[in-house]
Each structure stands twice: as C-alpha cells, then as structure tokens.
C-alpha cells in the first residue's frame, strides 16, 4: 500500500491519484460554523500519502481551522474526514486514535513548560503508545537529535529560543511516529534570524516523504517544497494548484492581490 | 460550683484543638476530592455538568455558612437520614469546602492556556492524561495559594459547628469559660490556639501568591 520504497518523486506535472495511491486525507464537504458564522464551506480535499501541501490566504480565511478540523481540534457541523481510513467521529476514542496518528505543531510551539524537553518528548509515546521510559527516552533523543538540539535535552522550555522551542515541538510530534504532520504557521511567532532553522528542519522532513499541511506564508517553502498550494478566502478553497502555477500564472484575480502583498513585505 | 482555671482546662481546651483540627482535615480532604469532581464538571464543556456544577457552588458561596450546617443538621433526618452532630457537620463543611474548593481550581485549571491542552489533544493524550499530565501540574501552582487561604476560612469556620452542639475549640473554650466564669480568659486561650493555627498558614499563602505572581 505504501510507496515509501518506490522512490516516488512529487512530479507537478502529474496527478497523485493518476499514480493509483490511495489518499490518506480525505475531506468531503466540510461545513464549519463558529455559531452563525460559516466559517469553512463545502471543502472538499484529497492529500495522497507523502504529498506536501501549503496551505495560505488572507487573515481570517479558515486557514487554521481547516487543518484543526483535521485532528478534532475544531469540530465540524457537517460533511466527512478520513484520516487513514479512519473516518473521523466524536467518539472520544475514534479523535484520540486519530490524533495519534497526526502530529500538529503550532503557531505558539505550546510546549509544556513544566516538563524538561525530553519529557515533553517522552510523555506521549509513554502515555499513548505505552513505550518504556527507556524507549521513550531513545526515541526521543533519536528525534532531538534529528532537529540539532540534543544538547537542550534536559532544559526548560522557558530556557530555549523561539527557534529551538519550534523545534522541539517538531521534534514532540515526531515521537508518535505520526503518519501526517499539520503546521499552523510554524515560523509567524519567531524572530527573523530564527526563520531558517524551523524551516530547514521542515524540508529535512518533507525529504523523508512525511505526509505535511502546512499553513504558511513562506513563499519559498511553498514553491521549493509544496506538490500543491492551495489558496483560501472566506472559507472556500478557491485555488489549489502545483506550485508552478500558483505563482507563476495566478489566474485568480484574490490570488494576485494576495501574491503581490505577500511578496511586497 | 465554680472550677479553677488550671492546667485541666487548659487540657479541655487542647482537646478541642484537636477536634477542630480533625474535623478541618476531614472537610478539606472529603472536600477536597468532591471540589476536583465539581472542578472538572464545571470545566468539562458538557452543558449540563456545568450548569449543576455552577449552581453548586453558586448556592453554597451565596449562603452563610451557618445555614449549611442547619440544613445538614435539620435536613438529613428529615430526608430519613438520622444523624448525629459529628456526621452533620461533617457532610455541611464537606459540602461547603467541595464548592470553594471547586471554584478554586476551576479557576486553576481554566487559567492554564488553551494552547497547552490543544497540544496535549494534538498528541493523542486521552482526557485523562491530558489532565494529569498537562493541566493539573500547571493549575496546582496557580492554585496552590488561594488553596491554602480557603483552609484558614475553614478552620476559622469550624466553630460554627459549635452551635449545632459539636465539641470544638470554640465550644470547649466556651465550656471551660461557663465553668470557671473566666470567659475572658479561656477565649483568649483558644484564640491564641486558632492564632497559632491560622496565622503560619496565611503567611504561607501570602508567600505563595506572591512568589507565583513574581513568577508569572
Ligand atoms: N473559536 C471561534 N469562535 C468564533 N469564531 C472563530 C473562532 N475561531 C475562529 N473563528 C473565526 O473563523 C474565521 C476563520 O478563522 P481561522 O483562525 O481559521 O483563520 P485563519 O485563516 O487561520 O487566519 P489567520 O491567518 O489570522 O490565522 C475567522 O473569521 C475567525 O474570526
Ligand atoms: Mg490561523
């Protein structure tokens, strides 16, 4: 079922469903209200395994609450989620199960600031997972390690910068094994100088064929490493295009107003 | 026939001490475990667990005290529960502790950030672990000072159970007094003894509130 030893290059060129994958994000006509506010129509989208998809649009457009749909963060009023054949419900056990299987990592890290580093790492795999404290200590060294910064291991994460903390979550979500990472704006909290490092740990990820959605408004990030950017207003998804396209022949008259704000800052 | 007030009465009193010091311990521990049920309905975003956990506590922090341990008092024989002054006030101080208590740490609880429990959500953390993992470490800081105020409130509180016929310092003060028509005396005796109760436990309050308050 998985293609993870086919040596399965994103091509912009060609459909992921033409490939005969399966896809492991299903969304079909995803309706959210926030009490009289529609505040995602209709959604439909298909994210095939290891497929990287951006996620972008003005301030208010449904963004974050389209990918919060995805792990129950939000609950949706009405249409279908199925997230690795698991069709998302509100049976406590069916969104913990799910969210297990999907790693977010948010605008504010969120780390827990009464645990050291490691344990933030550790306290998943141990309580989800039921990993020994041994094997939950390995792993997440494995993975601190993977985001350079196995040296802050037993450090608070009041201690670290906004970069080391990002990292750290990322690191956090690794530990799960997830099957798909979301990001909601992962770099908009930090500091310029900071930018860099999450995102180079970002297209280290995605180099290793993670499933990602990521909300975010690095354009470079979007055309070196996303297979399709999509873009929303008021709710809707109203482009949704490889890379190539998306900024090099908008035709969407929003997308062109978008682009050239974003690009001007 | 008028008794001396001699080491004897000084006992009388300790032993009410010791009364009001067990009767606390039992209303802030049965009080305490009601108060984190009445916390986590209150917090549970199930519509109806908080609209019984609010009024809960709305009746027991709008009526005094005193009208609590009656209602036990009078109103458990009438429900066809016989009891006796122990028991009464027991459950009444119970009762009253779980709403503040309760209160308390609802507070502790929704002051720590969405983000934090959205993450341990994000993890896969059942409701459970999410709690005892994530949020109660983080509410118990917050918390711990208002905590401790509220158990000084609940010792001092103790002697209105004194009216309902139970033997606690107050009482055995006033027993002591109406035996040895030294009332002055045997009042400032259990003052000092409620003083030397309460008073570290404020300080320790106070010192917490403000360490916390440093820190946040
Ligand atoms: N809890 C909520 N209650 C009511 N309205 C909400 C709530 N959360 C979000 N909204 C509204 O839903 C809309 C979409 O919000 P969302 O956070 O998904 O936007 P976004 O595209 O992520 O924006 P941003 O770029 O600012 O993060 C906004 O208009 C917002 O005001
Ligand atoms: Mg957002």
Redesign the interface.
């Known amino acids: 079922m998985t293609d993870k030893d086919s040596g399965f290059e994103p091509d912009h060129n060609v459909s992921h469903f033409a490939v005969g994958k399966e896809p492991i994000i299903t969304i079909e006509d995803l309706n959210k209200w926030f009490g009289d506010f529609h505040a995602l129509k209709n959604i439909n989208l298909q994210v095939a395994e290891r497929e990287r998809v951006v996620i972008c649009g003005p301030s208010g457009s449904g963004k974050s609450t389209l990918i919060r749909c995805i ?1 129950h ?1 939000d609950v949706f009023q009405k249409g279908r989620i199925v997230v690795d054949g698991n069709e998302l419900t509100n049976v ?1 056990r069916n969104v ?2 799910i ?6 990592v ?1 605008q ?1 890290f ?5 645990l050291t580093v490691l344990q933030n790492c550790m ?2 795999p141990m ?2 997972r039921g990993k020994s404290k041994a094997e939950a200590s390995q792993t997440a060294m494995k993975f601190l390690e993977r985001v350079r910064i196995p040296e802050q291991a037993s450090k608070y994460p009041a201690e670290l910068s906004g970069g080391q903390q990002q990292r750290v ?1 990322i690191a ?2 690794l530990c ?1 094994s997830p099957k798909i990472m979301l990001f909601d704006e992962p770099t908009s909290a930090l500091d310029p100088e900071m930018v860099r490092e999450v995102l180079d740990t970002m297209v280290a990820l995605a180099d290793e064929g993670m499933t990602m959605l990521c909300v975010t408004h690095e354009m470079g990030f979007a055309r070196s490493v996303a297979d399709r950017v999509i873009f929303m207003t008021a709710g809707e998804i109203v482009v949704d295009t490889p890379p190539l396209e998306f900024f090099d022949s908008p035709d969407n008259p929003r997308l062109r107003e978008f682009l050239g704000q974003i690009l001007h800052n | 026939m008028i008794q001396s007030f001699d080491y004897n009465a000084v006992l009388v009193i300790l032993s009410g001490v010791k009364a009001t010091l067990i009767l606390s311990a039992i209303a802030f521990g049965m009080g305490g475990f009601f108060g984190l049920l009445v916390a986590l309905a209150r917090t549970s975003g199930i519509k109806l667990l908080e609209r019984l956990s609010s009024a809960y506590i709305d009746f027991f922090q709008g009526t005094p005290m005193l009208l609590q341990l009656f209602l036990a008092y009078y109103g458990l024989p009438v429900l066809g529960f016989p009891v006796n002054p122990w028991t009464a006030v027991t459950i009444g101080l119970t009762l009253h502790a779980s709403a503040y208590l309760g209160e308390i740490w609802r507070g502790g609880i929704q002051a720590v950030p969405r983000g934090q429990t959205e993450a341990a959500a994000a993890l896969g953390l059942s409701y459970h672990h999410r709690m005892r993992d994530v949020v109660f470490p983080q509410a118990f800081r917050l918390s711990l000072a208002p905590t401790v105020g509220f158990s000084v409130q609940l010792i001092k509180g103790t002697s209105l159970a004194a009216i309902i016929g139970f033997v606690e310092l107050s009482r055995s003060a006033q027993i002591i007094a109406s035996t040895t028509y030294k009332p002055l005396l045997a009042y400032g005796v259990a003052g000092i003894f409620y003083f030397a109760i309460c008073f570290p436990l404020s300080m320790y309050s106070m010192r917490l509130a403000k360490k916390y308050n440093r820190e946040a």
């Open positions: 792990n963060l406590a913990d199960a969210r297990a299987e999907v790693g977010m948010f504010q969120n780390l827990f600031p009464h306290l998943a309580r989800v979550a956090r979500a799960m």
